[in-house]
């Protein structure tokens, strides 16, 4: 697991394992969104695997899947309202973290946008998905 932090409220991550989720809430993170469908590979933690371990952690966990076909996704309000709360500190993860990434440049607002794309930049994510929609 390799947690990228992008501003005071977000951090991403790629695929979590099971066994991270509590290093996760003792790391601070109050809220865990899964980014990434079930199934996209074999042996792949299921959604259903993740929140049972953020349950018993005291993390608030979204399922929240989202493919390069259907971004930014049906909720986009709802992750924006979660990843841009700095009094709940999310950790957000898919297969790499740029999915998430994409997500958050997509949440920002105008006068945000543009300062997003640098920070996401710099850490060397791929943003064609936000970029583009």
Not at 40 to 60: C, F, H, K, T
Not at 76 to 104: H, K, Q, V
């Amino acid at each position: 697991m390799r947690v990228v932090q992008l501003s005071d409220s977000l951090s991403v991550s790629d695929q979590i394992a099971v066994d991270d989720v509590a290093r996760i809430a003792e790391a601070g993170f109050k809220v865990l969104i899964n980014n990434r469908p079930d199934h996209e590979v074999a042996n792949q933690p299921s959604s259903d695997e993740i929140a049972a371990a953020a349950e018993v952690a005291g993390l608030r966990y979204y399922y929240m899947p989202v493919t390069a076909r259907d971004f930014p996704g049906l909720d986009l309000a709802e992750l924006s309202a979660l990843i841009n709360d700095a009094a709940s500190p999310a950790l957000a993860f898919c297969r790499s973290g740029t999915r998430c990434t994409n997500l958050w440049v997509a949440t920002r607002g105008i006068e945000q946008r543009d300062a997003s794309v640098t920070v996401a930049r710099q850490l060397g994510y791929d943003l064609s998905m936000a970029l583009v929609n």
